[in-house]
C-alpha cells in the first residue's frame, strides 16, 4: 500500500509539474507566406510577371547543331579546302552550332500593349563557299566563334514599333517555305533599324508602313528612308498579302504579292511572286538591292507543307527568277520529343547565267548546278 501511494502521488506530481509549463510554453510564429512567381497567361504560355512590377516577361530559345555536305552553290557545301600536307584540295563539312536567347515582354498601358522582343545569336562553325583562291581573308572553311549578332531587338506601343527588326518586305508578306536553305533564290531585305505602324482595319484587313536604314552596303546613304508599305486579308482558308519597297540609295521599286491556302487539316500551300525595276541597280551596282534580292525583274516562290501526323511533316519549295535560276528545296522535320526536332534536307541549285560574263554569284556556285544536303538538331525552349 506504500508503494502504491508512492507511486500515485509522484504520477500526481509530474501532471501538475506538465501542466505548469505548458501554461508557460512559447509559441512559436507562423511562417510568412513564400513569394513565387506569378504566372501571366494575358500573352500566352510561359510568361511570368516581374516581382514588383506589372510587367510580363518571358524566356526562351533554341540550341542548334546543322552539318551540311555537297556543292558549295547549294549552300550546304565547303568546297577546295587545302589540304595540310599540300596534297591538293578537298571538300568537307559544312557545320555550325548556334545558341539563341530571345526574351519578350508585354504590359498593358492607357496607349495600348507595351511589347519588347529580343533575339541574340551565337555561333560556332565555318561557313560553306569554295576556297580555291586561298587568300588569308579566304578561310572561313576553318571552324571559328563567329560573330555575336543582336538579331532583334524593338519596342512596340500599340501600333507603333520602333528598333531593330528584319525588313517588313519579308517579315509582314511572310519568308518563303518551311525549308532551310529558302533563300537559294533570295526573297528579298534582311536586318534593319525600322519605325514602322501596324495598323488592324477588321474584318480580316490589316495594313503597314515601314521607314527603313537598311544593313552593310544597302544602308541608307542620305536622310531619305527605304519605306515599305503592305496589306494583308486574312480568312479561315488561308491569307492574300503584298507589299511594296522603296529602295532610296538607287530610286527603285520592288513588290511581292502572296497567296497562303489551308488546302486541307494536313497540307498547306503558298505561292509567292515579286517583280522590281533595275535600271540604276544594273548601272551602279550588281542588279541586285535591298528588297530585289533576286536576279533580274521577276521571280517566284512556291511550296508548301503535308504533316503526317503530331511528329513527321514534309516541307518543299520551288524557286526560279528572271536570270534563269532554280532552287529546289525538300525535308522531313521529325519530332523527336516535345522541343527536339531533327529535320533532314536536300537542296538543288541551277545557276542559269553561271559563267557569263553578267553573273551575279548569290550563292558562291563553283559550277552550273549544285546539290547538297544538310542534317539539323534543333533543341528549343
Known amino acids: 500500500m506504500n508503494i502504491k501511494s508512492l507511486l500515485l502521488g509522484s504520477a500526481a506530481a509530474l ?25 501571366c497567361d494575358v500573352y500566352g504560355a510561359g510568361y511570368f510577371y516581374i516581382p514588383g512590377t506589372e510587367t510580363c516577361l518571358r ?28 596534297d591538293g584540295t578537298h571538300s568537307t563539312y559544312y557545320k555550325n552550332t548556334r545558341f539563341t536567347l530571345k526574351t519578350w515582354t508585354g504590359q498593358e498601358t492607357e496607349l495600348g500593349t507595351l511589347k519588347t522582343y529580343t533575339e541574340t545569336r551565337f555561333n560556332f562553325g565555318n561557313s560553306s563557299g569554295d576556297y580555291e583562291d586561298q587568300t588569308p581573308a ?45 533563300t537559294l533564290v533570295p526573297y528579298g531585305g534582311q536586318e534593319s533599324n525600322v519605325v514602322q505602324y501596324y495598323f488592324d482595319a477588321g474584318n480580316g484587313f490589316s495594313g503597314l508602313v515601314s521607314l527603313e536604314e537598311g544593313t552593310g552596303a544597302n544602308t541608307i546613304d542620305s536622310y531619305v ?4 508599305g503592305g496589306l494583308k486579308y486574312k480568312g479561315d482558308w488561308g ?6 519597297a522603296y529602295d532610296s540609295n538607287y530610286e527603285e521599286v520592288a513588290g511581292k504579292v502572296r497567296l497562303d491556302v489551308k488546302a486541307t487539316n494536313e497540307l498547306s500551300l503558298f505561292l509567292m511572286a515579286g517583280y522590281g525595276t533595275d535600271d540604276n541597280l544594273a548601272d551602279f551596282g550588281t ?7 533576286w536576279g533580274g525583274n521577276w521571280a517566284v516562290w512556291g511550296g508548301g507543307t503535308y504533316k503526317f501526323n503530331d511528329k513527321t511533316s514534309f516541307n518543299a519549295q520551288v524557286s526560279y527568277d528572271d536570270w534563269k535560276n532554280l532552287g529546289i528545296a525538300a525535308n522531313v522535320a521529325y519530332t523527336v520529343v516535345p522541343g527536339f526536332t531533327v529535320t533532314a534536307e536536300v537542296d538543288y541549285l541551277n545557276a542559269g547565267k ?24 534543333q533543341r528549343s525552349f
Open 15 to 39: 501532471i501538475a509539474v506538465s501542466g505548469a509549463r505548458a501554461a508557460d510554453a512559447v509559441v512559436v510564429a507562423e511562417p510568412e507566406p513564400a513569394e513565387y512567381v506569378k504566372i
Open 59 to 86: 524566356i526562351g530559345g533554341y540550341v542548334r547543331y546543322d552539318i551540311g555536305v555537297g556543292d558549295a552553290g547549294s549552300l550546304d557545301g565547303v568546297n577546295h579546302v587545302p589540304d595540310h600536307m599540300d
Open 138 to 182: 579566304n578561310s572561313d572553311w576553318q571552324g571559328r566563334n563567329k560573330s555575336l549578332s543582336l538579331r532583334y531587338a524593338w519596342i512596340q506601343l500599340g501600333g507603333l514599333r520602333v528598333g531593330k527588326d528584319d525588313t517588313a518586305f519579308d517579315t509582314f508578306i511572310g519568308y518563303a517555305g518551311n525549308v532551310i536553305q529558302d
Open 225 to 228: 528612308p527605304h519605306v515599305v
Open 239 to 244: 491569307s492574300i498579302t503584298g507589299v511594296v
Open 287 to 293: 542588279g541586285r538591292g535591298f528588297y530585289k534580292q
Open 354 to 377: 553561271f559563267g557569263d560574263a553578267d553573273f551575279s554569284n548569290w550563292t558562291k556556285a563553283n559550277k552550273k548546278g549544285s546539290v547538297g544536303g544538310i542534317l539539323r538538331f
